[in-house]
T-cell receptor
Framework: NAGVTQTPKFQVLKTGQSMTLQCAQDMNHNSMYWYRQDPGMGLRLIYYSASEGTTDKGEVPNGYNVSRLNKREFSLRLESAAPSQTSVYFC???????????FGPGTRLTVL | GESVGLHLPTLSVQEGDNSIINCAYSNSASDYFIWYKQESGKGPQFIIDIRSNMDKRQGQRVTVLLNKTVKHLSLQIAATQPGDSAVYFCAELYNQGGKLIFGQGTELSVKP
């Protein structure tokens, strides 16, 4: 049972490039989340998926898109990366029976 | 908008002492709170949670206290160890979609 996994661990992009961050969970959780964490700050919600087939905007959705591919996988896409998107990105998941979210190890993204 | 915030950004304690990390919240409708520990380079790790119908909850070496009158949350760590050095976040649950709102974080440093 690996919990929540994220790939890649590190990524460097040039302004304007696109990429997709992958997240998968093996806990059979219904809800999944994408957050970003900037230096000295707490996590801010980008998008979430309350259940398979649904997605909703969080606090800072601009510049991102998401896909809930199936119950296990929730991807985050940057279509045209900007330096302001340099951050650490965390994926989390939650069972519908609880309120506790479990986090992955993060993807450290730098946009030059 | 309403938010969750922490009183102190840094806390330094001696090994073996007790630590107290504080958190203020402003959303009186929130009924669930979580403490996370984040070590350098890792994702947030669940420590303990509490619902608003409780004022105290204990775990292994950790206790969370909730004072709804003054909208204050605290995390107490008994006999603090070097392995407790990390950033600690409180988070407040927004009911819609299970969205968490995180505070800024407090960095705990344990001196041997």
């Amino acid at each position: 049972n690996a919990g929540v996994t994220q790939t890649p661990k590190f990524q460097v992009l040039k302004t304007g490039q696109s990429m997709t961050l992958q997240c998968a969970q093996d806990m059979n959780h219904n809800s999944m989340y994408w957050y970003r964490q900037d230096p000295g700050m707490g996590l801010r919600l980008i998008y979430y998926s309350a259940s398979e087939g649904t997605t909703d905007k969080g606090e800072v959705p601009n510049g991102y898109n998401v896909s809930r591919l199936n119950k296990r996988e929730f991807s985050l896409r940057l279509e045209s990366a900007a330096p302001s998107q340099t951050s650490v990105y965390f994926c989390a998941s939650r069972s519908s029976g609880t309120d506790t979210q479990y986090f992955g190890p993060g993807t450290r993204l730098t946009v030059l | 908008g309403e938010s969750v915030g922490l009183h102190l950004p840094t806390l330094s304690v001696q090994e073996g002492d007790n630590s107290i990390i504080n958190c203020a919240y402003s959303n009186s409708a929130s009924d669930y709170f979580i403490w996370y520990k984040q070590e350098s380079g890792k994702g947030p790790q669940f420590i303990i949670d509490i619902r608003s119908n409780m004022d105290k909850r204990q775990g292994q070496r950790v206790t969370v206290l909730l004072n709804k009158t003054v909208k204050h949350l605290s995390l107490q760590i008994a006999a603090t160890q070097p392995g407790d050095s990390a950033v600690y976040f409180c988070a407040e649950l927004y009911n819609q979609g299970g969205k968490l709102i995180f505070g800024q974080g407090t960095e705990l440093s344990v001196k041997p």
